[in-house]
């Protein structure tokens, strides 16, 4: 969208700042963690404790390859508030919070096999540790 500018060819701007961007968002995706699969969580079947349950080696093998994830995702949730540098405008890139949602499901699923492992007290306790649970009990 280049009509907004003071130059001759609003289409040649337009053009120039879609190309940057998408230079941009094809580095950043190179550089990303990869996404979790949608379902990791059995958001689509009934008997989703029993899919757990009978993967937990597949469970935990995805846990322990996304580590640097869910220590980035815990030190976050220390933080007392969150800012980005980005104004809002129409052609600033806006922050991908999906990251934060993917770590979010592989501390649960961790919290979920160390209950089927006879460690429930030690789930609970880091869900809480973490602020995992304090998030979800202050909005209640």
């Known amino acids: ?3 907004d500018t003071a130059e001759q060819d609003p289409i040649a701007v337009g053009k120039n700042i879609f190309e940057h961007f998408d230079q941009f968002e094809k580095k950043r995706k190179k550089l990303a963690f990869p996404l979790l699969e ?7 079947e009934t008997p989703c404790f029993k899919k757990i349950a009978t993967n937990i080696g ?11 994830l869910i220590q ?18 129409y052609h600033i890139f806006l922050r991908s919070y999906r990251m934060l949602v993917d770590a979010n499901k592989l501390v649960l699923l961790n919290a979920i096999i160390q209950a089927f492992e006879k ?9 809480l540790e973490k602020k995992i649970l304090k998030l979800f009990l202050k909005e209640s």
């Open 119 to 127: 460690q429930p007290q030690q789930a609970m306790n880091n869900l």
């Open 58 to 68: 597949k469970y935990k093998q995805k846990i322990q390859q996304h580590q640097i």
């Open 72 to 89: 980035r995702y815990q030190k976050f949730l220390t933080f007392d508030q969150y800012q980005t540098a980005s104004d809002f405008n």
């Open 38 to 44: 949608a379902d990791i969580l059995c958001a689509k």
């Open 1 to 3: 969208m280049g009509i």
